[in-house]
């Protein structure tokens, strides 16, 4: 779980998790592109991970 933390982090995206919830960082108001880059280290984190 550190190692996909730190891969997200190095990505320029926070993770946390709290009991059922994912949260995630940058901010409460996002642009398109922060989404997309969001979803971007997501999808490549997890696709390391299988």
């Given at each position: 779980?550190?190692?996909?933390?730190?891969?997200?982090?190095?990505?320029?995206?926070?993770?946390?998790?709290?009991?059922?919830?994912?949260?995630?960082?940058?901010?409460l108001?996002?642009?398109?592109?922060?989404?997309?880059?969001?979803?971007?280290?997501?999808?490549?984190?997890?696709?390391?991970?299988?």
């Amino acid at each position: 779980m550190r190692r996909i933390y730190q891969e997200l982090y190095d990505d320029g995206v926070l993770v946390r998790i709290n009991a059922i919830n994912i949260i995630l960082s940058p901010p409460l108001i996002l642009t398109t592109q922060q989404a997309d880059q969001i979803l971007g280290s997501l999808r490549s984190v997890r696709l390391r991970d299988q």
